[in-house]
């Protein structure tokens, strides 16, 4: 039985700590699937190797979800926003490259 550091757990899932530190949070909370850190002395978190190893297995076995399943972004009128502008830009460049 394997335990594994915070950092290690970060490298292997290449996140950062308080990403996995989030990820537990929301595990604790019941809105979240990332496994849980085991009880260790001076209140460091760790996890099991086997529970990681069936976390990313239990990953690949997700489906894609479509698009239009998915969360609405936050931002997205400021997104369509900024993407209309990059859009005139691209269309702006492309007619000047096309006069030359």
Same mark, same amino acid.
Do not use: C
């Given at each position: 039985?394997e335990?594994?550091?915070?950092?290690?757990?970060?490298?292997?899932?290449?996140? @950062?700590? +308080? =990403?996995?530190?989030?990820?537990?949070?929301?595990s %604790? *909370?019941?809105?979240?699937?990332?496994?849980?850190?085991?009880?260790?002395?001076?209140?460091?978190?760790?996890?099991?190797?086997?529970?990681?190893?069936?976390?990313?297995? @239990?990953? +690949? =076995?997700?489906k894609?979800?479509?698009?239009?399943? %998915? *969360?609405?972004?936050?931002?997205?009128?400021?997104?369509?926003?900024?993407?209309?502008?990059?859009?005139?830009?691209?269309?702006?460049?492309?007619?000047?490259?096309?006069?030359?």
């Amino acid at each position: 039985m394997e335990i594994l550091l915070i950092d290690e757990v970060a490298k292997m899932l290449k996140v @950062s700590p +308080s =990403t996995l530190s989030r990820w537990a949070e929301e595990s %604790r *909370k019941g809105t979240g699937t990332f496994p849980l850190p085991v009880s260790a002395r001076g209140g460091k978190r760790r996890w099991l190797l086997s529970d990681i190893e069936q976390y990313l297995e @239990s990953l +690949s =076995t997700v489906k894609a979800v479509p698009a239009s399943v %998915r *969360k609405p972004r936050r931002n997205a009128k400021a997104h369509a926003q900024r993407q209309s502008v990059t859009d005139r830009a691209l269309a702006k460049y492309r007619t000047q490259e096309d006069e030359v």
